[in-house]
């Protein structure tokens, strides 16, 4: 298994500008999550999916957040515009229904100059 | 929000040493789980106690289960340096998906 594959590694980018991240999580997982690592703030769960719907998005920050699931292979995370408090590295993760277990991907380090 | 109250916040033991570390956390849980976090990597599950386990061992680990003292202990045997990381504890809560996470314990290994 290729394991949740989360896109780019890194970025780099101007305040204002806006921040795409990708994520495919493993195959034949239903619960997709979005977490944000900060060292002051820790893990904070920002959105999670199941079945490509969005179930609880009670942890994005502000309406320049935004994240979509338009099928079980592809996510993404959409901040516009950005500023440097959104400077984080930003997780993806899947689950089988139910288990609890999480997978996570490698990370976004996103640096909001 | 974090319920999950990891201790110490930062432990550094000598190689081949045992290396414990402490979660507590503050309501009901489903079960609680144990991930480690490499430098610059992603989390990486470890172990999944269920709430009515009291023990489980995973290779090198060994993970108990207080539910009266809601809190749980996870001890890694004959450490070495490649264990250097840091350890989180999350749990997940009844009628909740979510996971709530602890804050980690940085483990570091002396060669």
């Known amino acids: 298994d290729a394991g949740v594959i989360q896109s780019p590694r890194h970025e780099v980018t101007e305040m204002g500008q806006e921040v795409t991240l990708r994520c495919k999580p493993i195959s034949g997982h239903d619960y997709l999550f979005w977490y944000r690592q900060t060292m002051m703030r820790g893990l904070e769960l920002l959105i999670y999916f199941n079945n490509n719907v969005p179930i609880d998005d009670s942890g994005m920050p502000e309406d320049r957040f935004s994240a979509k699931m338009p099928n079980a292979s592809f996510s993404t995370l959409k901040i516009q515009p950005s500023e440097p408090r959104d400077s984080a590295v930003y997780f993806c993760?899947?689950?089988?229904?139910?288990?609890?277990?999480?997978?996570f991907g490698e990370g976004s380090r996103l640096t909001v100059l | 929000s974090q319920q999950g109250e990891e201790d110490p916040q930062a432990l550094s033991i000598q190689e081949g040493e045992n290396a414990t570390m402490n979660c507590s956390y503050k309501t009901s849980i489903n079960n609680l789980q144990w991930y480690r976090q490499n430098s610059g990597r992603g989390l990486v599950h470890l172990i999944l106690?269920?709430?009515n386990e009291r023990e489980k061992h995973s290779g090198r680990l060994r993970v108990t289960l207080d539910t009266s003292k809601k809190s749980s202990s996870l001890l890694i045997t004959a450490s070495r340096a490649a264990d250097t990381a840091s350890y989180f504890c999350a749990t997940k809560v009844d009628s909740n998906y979510q996971l709530i996470w602890g804050a980690g314990t940085k483990l570091i290994i002396k060669p």
């Open positions: 993760a899947s689950s089988v229904t139910n288990t609890g277990e999480l997978f």
């Open positions: 106690i269920r709430s």
